[in-house]
Nanobody, 120 residues
């Protein structure tokens, strides 16, 4: 089981930046990949970025590639999402989630979410 606590959301003007943090508690972090998901009102939850804890390999959704950067700090057991050039359409609740890197690759553990609002 993985425990996740997000922080860092808020209100920002279009074109601005925010950094989200996700504090992770797990027995063996290298067994997991970490994802940042988001859900806007009336829309389905979507994966924006993912990082494998063991080797740092990443994935980005086309909608955020080149603007968002996911990273991890092994010493702090924390995953970050640096969001630059924010757009109003990035407004959503952002969730940190964990899935195993072997076996059934479902995101089983979720944080409570943090609101990001981008005003035009």
């Amino acid at each position: 089981q993985v425990q996740l606590v997000e922080s860092g959301g808020g209100l920002v003007l279009a074109g601005g930046s925010l950094r989200l943090s996700c504090s992770v508690s797990a027995r063996t972090l290298s067994d997991y990949a970490m994802g940042w998901w988001r859900q806007a009102p009336g829309k389905e939850r979507e994966l924006t970025a993912r990082i494998n804890w063991s080797d740092g390999s990443t994935y980005y959704a086309p909608s955020v590639k080149g603007r968002f950067t996911i990273s991890r700090d092994n010493a702090k057991n924390t995953v970050y999402l640096q969001m630059n050039s924010l757009k109003p359409e990035d407004t959503a609740v952002y969730y940190c989630a964990a899935r195993p890197v072997r076996g059934i690759l479902n995101y089983n553990d979720w944080g409570q979410g943090t609101q990001v609002t981008v005003s035009s």
